[in-house]
C-alpha cells in the first residue's frame, strides 16, 4: 500500500461515497462539505495500485492538538494490515509530533487505536461536546 498526504490524487467521489453511504458517523454528508473538510484538514489517503481503498484525516493546530476523524478502509480491503498502515503514517507524520493531545472517537475500533497508545479520556468530567447528530441530513 502507499500513502499519499497530496490531496490532488485523492479519490474524493470514492471518500464522499464511503461516508455518505457506510460511515455511520457521516451519513448523508454532502460533497461540499466532504471537499472542504479535506481541504481544510492534513489527510492520508492509501492506494494498492492506482486506486484509493483507504483514508484519514487529521484536524489540528500541528502544536498542541489532534483529532482523527474519517478513517477508513474499503470493506473489499479489510484484513490485509492496511489500517494498520495507514494509521502508522497518521503517527509518524513529523507535523503531528509532540502533541500535548491526540483524540478520536470510535464506536468498534477500540482495540486497533489502544495498539497506537489511545485510552478512555483520562478526565471525561472535564470534557463537553456540541453534538448535531443530523445535521447532514437536515435541509438548511
Not at 14 to 24: G, R, V
Not at 48 to 55: K, R
Not at 105 to 126: N, W
Request: proline content about 3%.
Amino acid at each position: 500500500m502507499r500513502i499519499s498526504c497530496n490531496s490532488e490524487e485523492m479519490d474524493i467521489p470514492l471518500i464522499h461515497s464511503f461516508l455518505t453511504a457506510e460511515a455511520q458517523w457521516a451519513k448523508g454528508i454532502s460533497f461540499s462539505v466532504v471537499e472542504k473538510s479535506i481541504k481544510n484538514s492534513l489527510c492520508f489517503a492509501g492506494f494498492v495500485g492506482s486506486n484509493q481503498m483507504a483514508f484519514a484525516r487529521v484536524v489540528s493546530d500541528y502544536t498542541t492538538f489532534a483529532n482523527l476523524v474519517d478513517v477508513f478502509v474499503l470493506q473489499e480491503h479489510r484484513g490485509n494490515g492496511y489500517g494498520k498502515k495507514i494509521l502508522e503514517a497518521v503517527f509518524s507524520h513529523e507535523e503531528l509530533q509532540g502533541l500535548r493531545r491526540f483524540t478520536l472517537a470510535t464506536s468498534d475500533a477500540h482495540g486497533l487505536y489502544q495498539q497506537f497508545g489511545f485510552t478512555e479520556l483520562a478526565k471525561p468530567q472535564v470534557f463537553m461536546e456540541r453534538y448535531e447528530p443530523n445535521v447532514y441530513t437536515v435541509s438548511p
